[in-house]
């Protein structure tokens, strides 16, 4: 997982999950409203949702 450029600098909700095909790779952006949740709280579950994709997609394929 690594920080990917986003044009947006306000989330329009709370928490908000993107996901688009590129190429052969799928890439998702998080986008959280940083009045209700912080960096360190918030990316423990960027990191849970990119566990719970790798499982899922290693199975799909295996």
């Given amino acids: 997982m690594k920080p990917y450029p986003c044009r947006h600098s306000v989330a329009k909700?709370?928490?908000?999950?993107?996901?688009?095909?590129?190429?052969?790779?799928?890439?998702?952006n998080l986008e959280y409203a940083d009045r209700l949740f912080k960096k360190e709280?918030?990316?423990?579950?960027?990191?849970?949702?990119?566990s719970a994709y790798r499982r899922h997609v290693g199975k799909s394929k295996g």
């Fill in 13 to 28: 909700f709370d928490l908000t999950l993107n996901a688009a095909e590129e190429g052969d790779q799928i890439v998702c």
């Fill in 41 to 50: 709280t918030i990316r423990p579950d960027g990191e849970a949702f990119h």
